[in-house]
C-alpha cells in the first residue's frame, strides 16, 4: 500500500470517528497540525508504525479493517463471513457450486 492511500485511509477513518484532523493530532499526542499535513496533497513526511497505530485505534477502527483491500466493503464482508462459517460443509459446498457457475 502506498502512502497517499494510507493517508486517504487515514481521512475516511477519522470522518467515521467524526474526529477533527486536530482532535485527532491531540490525541495522538503530536502537534495540533500534525494530522492536517499528513493528509495534505504537499505530505512529506510518513507516519511510523506505531503513530499509524495509534490513529487506527483513536478511530475505533482495527488494523485489519485499514489493510483490507476495500476498506468500505469490510464491514460487510466480514459479516457475510462470520455468517458463512455458521453454515455445514453442505451449504458452504452447495453456495460454492452456485458461485462457481
Do not use: W
Not at 39 to 44: D, H, L, V
Amino acid at each position: 500500500m502506498e502512502l497517499k492511500e494510507i493517508v486517504e485511509r487515514i481521512g475516511i477513518i477519522r470522518t467515521r470517528a467524526n474526529l477533527s484532523a486536530r482532535a485527532l493530532s491531540l490525541t495522538i499526542g503530536k502537534n495540533a497540525s500534525y494530522i492536517h499535513l499528513l493528509e495534505s496533497e504537499k505530505t512529506t513526511f510518513e507516519p511510523s508504525l506505531s503513530v499509524l497505530l495509534d490513529i487506527i485505534e483513536v478511530c475505533g477502527s482495527t488494523p485489519e479493517e485499514f489493510f483490507y483491500y476495500d476498506i468500505n466493503a469490510y464491514k460487510q464482508d466480514k459479516q457475510a463471513l462470520e455468517f458463512f462459517k455458521t453454515l455445514s460443509s453442505n451449504q458452504k459446498n452447495a453456495i460454492m457450486n452456485l458461485y462457481t457457475k
